[in-house]
């Protein structure tokens, strides 16, 4: 016998109101160092879970060097800072935890694994329309590289 689980805990979480004005969906292109001269295309969507528990982050694109991706952010509430992590999984099985943070118009996430360290930055620009990307990357300690950019543009149906 199975029971329904009631709405209590759906409503929004008031901590990630600060990445209201990520939430939507994105048309993007994007370079990336490895893979010189190709433009990549896709989509991502960046929406409210459970009533706005928790903010799920969508990505698809369309060239087969990068991997679509699920993420779901949350709130660290037992942090004393008020930290956000990412769940993130793609379609090559990997899985990591990111840290993430938003200072006004930017958002953030990294990872600081010794082996392979990762950061993403979102700049919001042009009132919300349009977000610019920039990700880094770090292997065996070394220096930070240039990773994946994308310029997301608001998609208006």
Same mark, same amino acid.
């Given at each position: 016998m199975t029971?329904?689980?009631g709405p209590e805990a759906r409503i929004p979480n008031p901590a990630l109101q600060l990445f209201e004005s990520v939430v939507g969906e994105w048309r993007t292109t994007g370079t990336h160092p490895l893979v010189?001269?190709? /433009?990549?295309?896709?989509?991502?969507?960046?929406?409210?879970?459970d &009533?706005?528990?928790?903010? !799920?982050?969508r990505t698809e694109?369309?060239?087969?060097?990068?991997?679509? +991706? !699920?993420a779901v952010i949350g709130s660290?509430?037992? +942090?004393?800072? &008020?930290?956000?992590?990412?769940?993130y999984f793609?379609?090559?099985?990997?899985?990591? !935890?990111?840290?993430? /943070?938003?200072?006004?118009d930017v958002m953030t996430w990294q990872r600081d694994d010794p082996g392979f360290r990762?950061?993403? /930055?979102? /700049?919001?620009?042009? &009132? =919300?329309?349009?977000? !610019? =990307?920039? &990700?880094?990357?770090a292997r065996g300690g070394g220096d930070w590289e240039d990773d994946l950019a994308l310029t997301y543009v608001r998609w208006i149906a």
């Open positions: 029971s329904l689980i010189p001269g190709t /433009t990549f295309h896709g989509r991502a969507s960046f929406e409210w879970q &009533g706005g528990a928790f903010l !799920v982050m694109i369309d060239e087969p060097e990068i991997p679509s +991706a !699920v660290n509430g037992d +942090a004393a800072d &008020g930290s956000f992590v990412m769940l793609d379609e090559r099985s990997v899985s990591r !935890v990111y840290d993430v /943070t938003m200072s006004g990762q950061r993403f /930055t979102l /700049t919001i620009e042009d &009132g =919300g329309d349009r977000m !610019v =990307g920039r &990700g880094d990357m």
